[in-house]
Nanobody, 119 residues
Framework: QVQLVESGGGLVQPGGSLTLSCAAS????????MGWYRQAPGKQRESVAF???????NYTDSVKGRFTISRDNAKKTVYLQMNSLKPEDTAVYYC?????????????WGQGTQVTVSS
């Protein structure tokens, strides 16, 4: 089985910073893309950022210039550095990985971590 453990969420004031981490473990032979989604109350889940196996990155427009996604393949971990946080960044953040287990490639999801931006 594949397990993702997230950490780093919490309460921060507007303009502050947080770094989310997501560590993967399990019987997978390869990890391809890794990324983060978020879901705010009453809204649909949206993609925040992802990073491919060759380190190409993509960000949703609202976080460009403020968030940075990175990965450590040796640690099987993906990070999301969030700077200049705004109240509208408040959401539950979910990490995912696209991984190959035996002959099947699919997405696996973390349990979510709450990020609250408020004064």
């Amino acid at each position: 089985q594949v397990q993702l453990v997230e950490s780093g969420g919490g309460l921060v004031q507007p303009g502050g910073s947080l770094t989310l981490s997501c560590a993967a473990s399990g019987r997978f032979s390869s990890i391809y893309s890794m990324g983060w989604y978020r879901q705010a109350p009453g809204k649909q889940r949206e993609s925040v950022a992802f990073i491919t196996s060759d380190d190409k990155t993509n960000y949703t427009d609202s976080v460009k210039g403020r968030f940075t996604i990175s990965r450590d393949n040796a640690k099987k971990t993906v990070y999301l550095q969030m700077n200049s946080l705004k109240p509208e960044d408040t959401a539950v953040y979910y990490c995912y990985i696209e991984a190959r287990v035996w002959a099947r490639t699919r997405d696996y999801w973390g349990q979510g971590t709450q990020v609250t931006v408020s004064s």
